[in-house]
Each structure stands twice: as C-alpha cells, then as structure tokens.
C-alpha cells in the first residue's frame, strides 16, 4: 500500500487540525465563489480560458469524447470542454464546493456532481479524458486523488492537470511571490467578494508556495498506475501533467 501524499503541509493559518482541512478548504471557495472568475481573468491578463481550451486540445480531446472535469470551480476548463466534445459527447463537472457549483450553473448547463476528487461517484472506465484545472492543491492525498482518475478512465484514457509551480530562479520565485502573494490578493480586494476573495487568493498563493515538486507528483501519478505521466511547462510556472491509462 502506497503512503498518503498530502499536496502540502497542514497550513495553520486556514485550519488547526488537518482533519479539519476539507471543511475550511470548502469554506474558502464557497465564500470567494460569487468572485473567482473576475479574479482568474486578472491574474492572467484575460489568457486563461483560452489557454485552458488549448490544453485540452493540445492533450487530444476531440469532439463526441466524454470528459470528466474535477475540481471544475465555476467551469473555466468544463466550458472549453463542452465546446470541444460537441453535442455528440458527454462533458460532466465535479466539484466539492457548493458556492462554486452555483456559479458554474449559471454560466453553463452540463451535469454537475458535488463530491471530491478522492472519491469518484463512477463506474470504472466511464471516461475517455480526465482535466484538473488548479485543483490539485486542495485535496488531502494526491495518490488517492490519480487512483480513483485511473479507475474511472477507459484504457487508454487520458489524464490532464493543470497546475501552477515555483519558477526555478531566485529571480522568478520572487516575482511570482509579489505577483501571486501580493498582487492578486490587493486586486481581489477590488472584485465584488472583497474580503473572503482576498483570503481565497491568499489561501491560492500559500498552497502554491508549500507545494510538494513536480517530481512528487510525476511519481505519485506513476505510482497509481499512470506509467508515462509527463510534465510540460509554459511560462516558467504553468505546468502541464499529463499520462494515459
Ligand atoms: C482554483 S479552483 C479551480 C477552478 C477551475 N478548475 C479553474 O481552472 O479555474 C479550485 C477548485 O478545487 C475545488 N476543490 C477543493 N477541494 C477539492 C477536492 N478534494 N476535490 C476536487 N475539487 C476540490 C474547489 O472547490 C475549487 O472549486
């Protein structure tokens, strides 16, 4: 039996114990939902819709594939998704956060499923591609998380994470800590949320700060069965995980 992989050590400054870890996890995103996406739009300069759908492209979903989305958020990824799979495909959204589901319905009508990545609520095989857009820092145990992916893929199957990583210069690091620690969290201050998107943002920025290397997770991915798991970076931060089943 494979050891747990939490994606980062407990962060007191959100929750005391880490069994109390999902509950505030959900509380953050319910309470910055209502913002999330005026947030994302700034952070990337208004690319990050367009550069998730390119992933997606770039990873072969094509049209009437059936595609799951966790951690889905309000739909940034799912959005693209369905547009690419067209109505001949199946693109469905799971999310733990109620406050988010609620604002993804309102901006796009596929199914939606509130649960967590840890726990799939499908059938083996259901899926011919998995996407994960900024979510793995959230869930309690990244081998667990690639698991349940690996069950619920068909074989040959796909699975996609975005994530954002640590530059490997001094320089890079303290630029991405004054841009994601500093910045984002002052302008979320200006969006409609205010406050709790502010400590959404924060919260964002300390889960990226803490989290373990690409290597971890390259490994935890191989360790539940995904044998060519790869990265790709863009930009310095943006990495792109990807294997097949
Ligand atoms: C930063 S948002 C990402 C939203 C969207 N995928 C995107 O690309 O912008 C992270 C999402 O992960 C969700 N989340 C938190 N814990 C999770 C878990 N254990 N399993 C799946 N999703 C989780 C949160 O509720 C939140 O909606």
């Not at 290397?213 to 935890?220: H, M, Q, W």
Request: charged share 25%; proline share 6%; aromatic share 8%.
């Amino acid at each position: 039996m494979t050891e747990p992989l939490p994606p980062h050590p407990p962060l007191e400054r959100y929750y005391a114990r880490d069994a109390d870890r999902a509950r505030a996890v959900n509380e953050l995103f319910d309470a910055g939902a209502a913002s999330y996406e005026w947030v994302c739009k700034v952070m990337s300069l208004g690319t990050g819709e367009k550069y998730r759908g390119q992933t997606l492209t770039d990873a072969g979903l094509v049209s009437g594939a059936r595609i799951l989305d966790i951690a889905t958020g309000t739909g940034l990824v799912l959005r693209s998704a369905r547009a690419i799979v067209g109505p001949t495909g199946l693109a469905l959204g799971l999310d733990p956060s109620r406050g988010m589901l609620t604002e993804c319905r309102k901006r796009c009508d596929a199914p939606l499923f509130q649960a967590r990545g840890e726990s799939l609520p499908f059938r083996d095989g259901s899926f011919d591609m998995i996407s994960m857009g900024y979510g793995l820092r959230h869930v309690a145990d990244l081998t667990q998380l690639f698991r349940e992916c690996h069950r619920v893929l068909r074989p040959g199957g796909r699975l996609l994470i975005l994530e954002m990583t640590q530059p490997q210069s001094a320089w890079g690091r303290w630029l991405n800590r004054f841009y994601l620690g500093v910045a984002v969290p002052r302008a979320a201050t200006l969006s409609v949320g205010r406050a709790d998107a502010k400590r959404m943002m924060e919260y964002f920025w300390h889960t990226i700060e803490q989290c373990v290397p690409p290597e971890s997770i390259l490994r935890a991915m191989r360790d539940s069965g995904f044998a060519d798991a790869k990265r790709k970076v863009t930009g310095g931060i943006l990495s792109e995980y990807l294997a097949a089943r």
